[in-house]
């Protein structure tokens, strides 16, 4: 959201990028369940996010792949900040509509 209202017309950039910037640390990219190193990206970001106040909370903006997790399900990171863990059934219905072009 920082970024965002930072850069209002840029889009988003990687999350690497991000962390260049300094908008988050390595450590926030890596997820803790994945095994990956720290600054390792564990996540997907979302392209297609509406980085805005008005993407809503539905919006997601990165979520983690099942292999996080053991193929039990993963995490999702919305607009207003919230965190949630999707089984796997919930998980991939989300990205699915994600890939639709859904929040």
């Given at each position: 959201?920082?970024?965002?209202?930072?850069?209002?017309?840029?889009g988003l950039p990687t999350l690497q990028r991000l962390?260049?910037?300094?908008?988050?640390?390595?450590?926030?990219?890596?997820?803790?369940?994945?095994?990956?190193?720290?600054?390792?990206?564990?996540?997907?970001?979302?392209?297609?996010?509406?980085?805005?106040?008005?993407?809503?909370?539905?919006?997601?903006?990165?979520?983690?792949?099942?292999?996080?997790?053991?193929?039990?399900?993963?995490?999702?990171?919305?607009?207003?900040?919230?965190?949630?863990?999707?089984?796997?059934?919930?998980?991939?219905?989300?990205?699915?509509?994600?890939?639709?072009?859904?929040?």
């Amino acid at each position: 959201m920082i970024y965002a209202n930072d850069y209002p017309d840029q889009g988003l950039p990687t999350l690497q990028r991000l962390v260049e910037l300094e908008y988050v640390t390595p450590k926030q990219i890596t997820c803790p369940s994945s095994g990956d190193q720290p600054g390792d990206c564990s996540y997907i970001l979302v392209l297609n996010a509406q980085m805005s106040l008005e993407g809503g909370a539905n919006t997601v903006v990165l979520y983690g792949p099942l292999e996080n997790h053991g193929d039990e399900g993963g995490n999702f990171l919305f607009a207003d900040g919230h965190v949630t863990f999707e089984r796997k059934q919930a998980y991939k219905e989300l990205v699915q509509s994600i890939k639709r072009g859904g929040p």
